[in-house]
């Protein structure tokens, strides 16, 4: 939750600086120790590049094997790591692919103001998958179910006046 904050200070930025804050956001990203301990600076930009694939490929199911020259003239170029994640945020495919999971860490920043517990984060991300996709309330009934929960409204006093149950 602290690391996004920061991170999301520095997209918010106007249109002309935005370019240059996802790059150092990149940048960023990838000196962090969660990073560097999955993807240590001892690999090869090959390997780093086929690492990366295979990671998006066991958390997402989505096979970017396809897009492997492109990323590793990214990973040898002056961008480097940063520049292979700064491409792989803008592949239509894996924003699809982790959308919804998005959303739902998302509403755990927002509403709840913490890292999302791995219990109710699944739960939500098999409620998103049990509504269809072209149904308007889809993502407004999981909305509704933080903002009318009981540890969302203890946030703002003791008297909670709403639940979770009254959200289709």
């Known amino acids: 939750f602290t690391e996004f904050i920061g991170d999301r200070d520095n997209l918010t930025k106007i249109d002309n600086e935005r370019n240059e804050a996802q790059l150092s956001l ?46 590793l ?9 940063a520049a292979v994640v700064a491409r792989l945020a803008t592949y239509p495919e894996l924003i699809k692919t982790e959308s919804d999971s998005a959303f739902v860490l998302m509403q755990y920043f927002t509403y709840l103001r913490r890292d999302a517990d791995d219990e109710g984060f699944h739960y939500w991300i098999k409620a998103l998958a049990s509504r269809n996709h072209n149904d308007p309330n889809r993502y407004t009934s999981i909305t509704c179910a933080f903002v009318n929960s009981t540890e969302y409204q203890s946030r703002f006093g003791m008297l909670i006046t709403n639940n979770p149950d009254q959200c289709q």
């Open 26 to 71: 990149a940048t960023g990203f990838v000196q962090r120790t969660t990073f560097t301990e999955q993807f240590p600076a001892s690999l090869t930009a090959p390997n780093f590049v086929d690492a990366v694939i295979k990671n998006v490929q066991h958390n997402s199911s989505l096979d970017l094997s396809s897009k492997r020259d492109e990323l």
């Open 73 to 81: 003239s990214l990973a040898e170029g002056l961008g480097g790591r």
